[in-house]
Antibody
Framework: QVQLVQSGAEVKKPGASVKVSCKASGYTFTSYGISWVRQAPGQGLEWMGWISAYNGNTNYAQKLQGRVTMTTDTSTSTAYMELRSLRSDDTAVYYC???????????????WGQGTLVTVSS | EIVLTQSPATLSLSPGERATLSCRASQSVSSYLAWYQQKPGQAPRLLIYDASNRATGIPARFSGSGSGTDFTLTISSLEPEDFAVYYCQQRSIRTFGQGTKVEIK
């Protein structure tokens, strides 16, 4: 079965960077894109961006352009999300999510990781 | 930018009752809309895609309808495990609505 397993919780100071990993199993990694979605405490869902595991193409949410980088390592079937210049309002649970349909640059999220809590505090 | 507005913010119902949740788009999204369920401390789960197609393993009591700008998620008879927050999401730029909480009355 499809599984996405994320790295553990992080505590960072304002201005620092964080890199969250998402290890995939149970499917052909390069056939599906991966999105990252975050959720601030008590708030709704915010799509951050998408990466094709096939060719590395990316599409980032405009508000995060310049601060976020998404990458993949096909040898380990792992996706990564790095967020820089962290602020207190970046405190959130960060989820990776696999596309519903293969080779689709826009779409829905069929499978989700368990989430990674990133806390930004001085 | 397409904005999705969900209503109501909170729906208070009893088990066995019918739930009707609304999602309105600021411009047409054709039938490219999904619904997710999220329970406390859990990741969201895809329920409905392309407005009316149930995702794998989703019970038949969940149904979706609509096209263009107005969409509805219906839960025909609420089970205890259905009390949760529900989000709509549009396909093209992947934005979400703000959510509707279905709580026990």
């Amino acid at each position: 079965q499809v599984q996405l397993v994320q790295s553990g919780a992080e505590v960072k100071k304002p201005g620092a960077s964080v890199k969250v990993s998402c290890k995939a199993s149970g499917y052909t990694f390069t056939s599906y894109g991966i999105s990252w979605v975050r959720q601030a405490p008590g708030q709704g869902l915010e799509w951050m961006g998408w990466i094709s595991a096939y060719n590395g193409n990316t599409n980032y949410a405009q508000k995060l352009q310049g601060r976020v980088t998404m990458t993949t390592d096909t040898s380990t079937s792992t996706a990564y999300m790095e967020l820089r210049s962290l602020r207190s309002d970046d405190t959130a649970v960060y989820y990776c999510a696999r596309d519903h349909v293969p080779y689709d640059s826009s779409g829905y999220f069929a499978n989700w990781g368990q989430g990674t809590l990133v806390t930004v505090s001085s | 930018e397409i904005v999705l507005t969900q209503s109501p913010a909170t729906l208070s119902l009893s088990p066995g009752e019918r739930a009707t949740l609304s999602c309105r788009a600021s411009q047409s999204v054709s039938s490219y809309l999904a619904w997710y369920q999220q329970k406390p401390g859990q990741a969201p789960r895809l329920l409905i895609y392309d407005a009316s197609n149930r995702a794998t393993g989703i019970p038949a009591r969940f149904s979706g309808s609509g096209s263009g700008t107005d969409f509805t998620l219906t839960i025909s008879s609420l089970e205890p495990e259905d009390f949760a927050v529900y989000y709509c999401q549009q396909r093209s730029i992947r934005t979400f609505g703000q959510g509707t909480k279905v709580e026990i009355k």
